[in-house]
């Protein structure tokens, strides 16, 4: 498996390289785009934005950087329907640029909230369980219906809108791929698995075409056995308590699949 993708490096993310390993053990082919570099969006086939701080938040976490030129390379990006993931920051970035959930003249229809709930507010990281529904993103149609633990690291990361079309796409499944949910798969809201009370419990949004996600969670830290708790409930803490060897800590973990899934995309399946 090959494709050829483009990881942008904002000023101030810190998760590029986590993202760069991870992709390349899909089998990507993996550039680093600079501060400074033009990015030709013919020359790649998927697109990522990795998580961290770009610009430092000034303004809003994300605003800066969306007003990067690299953004209209993006924006061709998408019109050609390749793949194209937002990691927290990177999800950030692609809100406040319009790409998700998209629309007319890509106007910002949707907004990243600071955490909201009892016991939530402020920067939060602790390990969550997100489900992948409805195939609302084709490119993760494979991953329908799995469920795994993810950690998430934010401060800025409840989904909300004043488009009540946005909302209804969210609350139906149509923009939302992902959801927060406990370890038994019944959705987190409110509850003490819900890390920010985003609508829907959405730890993911994407536009209509579902090829451009911006995802809250960081599947990067989850991506090899070793980085899961050894108490994670479920199958995913079961397989990190069973390993007792070197070989048996570094097989995937449950953040691969979504990055397999990305790769597949951007190696040949158009959507």
Aim: aromatic content about 8%; proline content about 7%.
């Amino acid at each position: 498996m090959s494709g050829r993708i483009a990881l942008l490096r904002f000023p101030g993310v810190n998760c590029e390289a986590e993202t760069a390993l991870v992709l390349e053990r899909a089998g990507a082919r993996v550039d680093w785009i600079q501060f400074g570099d033009v990015l030709d969006p013919d020359d790649y086939d998927g697109f990522v934005l990795p998580g961290g701080f770009s610009y430092e938040d000034r303004v809003r976490a994300g605003a800066v950087a969306s007003r990067s030129e690299w953004m209209r390379a993006l924006e061709t990006a998408d019109e050609a329907g390749k793949p194209i993931l937002g990691i927290c920051n990177g999800a950030q970035v692609l809100v406040e640029s319009g790409i998700v959930p998209g629309g007319p003249a890509r106007a910002v229809r949707l907004a990243l909230a600071a955490n909201g709930g009892e016991g939530r507010g402020g920067y939060l990281c602790r390990w969550v369980h997100v489900e992948v529904t409805l195939s609302a993103c084709p490119w993760l149609r494979s991953l329908d219906g799995t469920r795994w633990p993810v950690p998430v690291a934010h401060g800025e990361g409840r989904f909300t809108s004043l488009d009540p079309e946005v909302i209804a796409g969210i609350e139906t499944g149509s923009l939302c791929p992902l959801r927060y949910v406990d370890p038994e798969g019944k959705l987190a809201s409110g509850g003490p698995w819900d890390p920010n009370g985003a609508v829907g419990s959405a730890a993911a949004v994407c536009n209509e075409r579902g090829n451009a996600v911006a995802l809250m969670p960081h599947p990067e830290r989850a991506a090899w056995l070793r980085q899961v708790p050894e108490g994670a409930p479920g199958e995913w803490g079961a397989r990190r308590r069973s390993a007792r060897t070197a070989a048996a800590l570094e097989a995937p973990g449950p953040g691969q699949a979504l990055f397999d899934a990305f790769v597949h995309a951007a190696s040949g399946v158009r959507v």
